[in-house]
């Protein structure tokens, strides 16, 4: 038997998934407690403007490779970290893009500490940015983690992080771990916002389903995760399904 695959290759490389519109798989990496830590597959979205700037959410490693097919869309002129455990790879395209503005969630800076001693602008309204006239900024402000997605008008697609989680059986390895991810409410094709982070969200209940609503809204054709299987289509019938429980 083939060993299990948790990531979605080929990695590293820029896929397009609409018009202007980019997502870069990158690797797994070990989160959670001591044990058991589980696999997280990482995506990135890249979207370009109608000025041809780059906006790139997430960042996953850069790559000689990726940064020269980057570099072959445009200047990349905002890179975001949209909630408080993404930011890692941040610094390296920082390094490597000094022009663009650097865009953290709240929190990320309490994270990150020291990985992130840069100047670096904050998210604290939703309206205000270069890129208001093609992309809608949604915060869910949370006590412990605020998340920030977004919303691209031309191709209609909803941009989440971990307010959707989607973990496919067939990539999560031996069937035990398919309970704990079952149990998280983030086994496809279940797929949801995990339960430990809804915890978070008891005292924040009603700003997380105003985002919500504001998302299904819009009606999304697609919805891209950060981790899991994403949504090319019925984007706002699987908001509804997976946030049924808060709706």
Excluded at 65 to 75: H, K, S
Excluded at 90 to 98: G, K, N, V
Aim: with cysteine; charged share 25%.
């Amino acid at each position: 038997m083939s060993k299990c695959s948790h990531t979605y290759p080929p990695l590293n490389v820029l896929k397009p998934v609409a018009e202007n519109v980019w997502i870069v798989d990158g690797p797994a990496i070990r989160f959670g407690f001591s044990w058991p830590k589980l696999s997280f597959p990482t995506r990135m979205t890249i979207v370009r403007l109608s000025n041809g700037a780059l906006f790139v959410h997430s960042p996953t490693p850069l790559t000689e490779d990726l940064r020269a097919a980057v570099e072959n869309l445009g200047p990349v002129s905002h890179i975001i970290g949209p909630n408080r455990i993404h930011y890692w790879w941040i610094p390296e395209w920082r390094a490597a893009f000094p022009q663009a503005e650097i865009w953290l969630a709240p929190n990320i800076r309490e994270q990150a500490g020291k990985r992130i001693d840069f100047p670096a602008n904050e998210f604290a309204v939703e309206t205000g940015y270069a890129w208001d006239g093609e992309i809608e900024t949604i915060i869910a402000p949370g006590s412990y983690m605020s998340e920030v997605d977004f919303f691209h008008k031309p191709s209609r697609t909803l941009v989440l992080t971990d307010l959707i989680e989607n973990f496919e059986p067939k990539k999560v390895g031996p069937w035990p771990l398919h309970w704990l991810y079952r149990l998280g409410g983030v086994l496809d094709p279940h797929g949801s916002m995990p339960r430990d982070m809804r915890m978070t969200y008891r005292d924040n209940k009603a700003e997380l389903r105003r985002a919500v609503e504001r998302m299904i809204e819009l009606e999304p054709e697609r919805v891209i995760l950060a981790h899991g299987r994403w949504y090319p289509s019925d984007g706002a019938g699987e908001l509804k399904r997976a946030f049924s429980w808060l709706l």
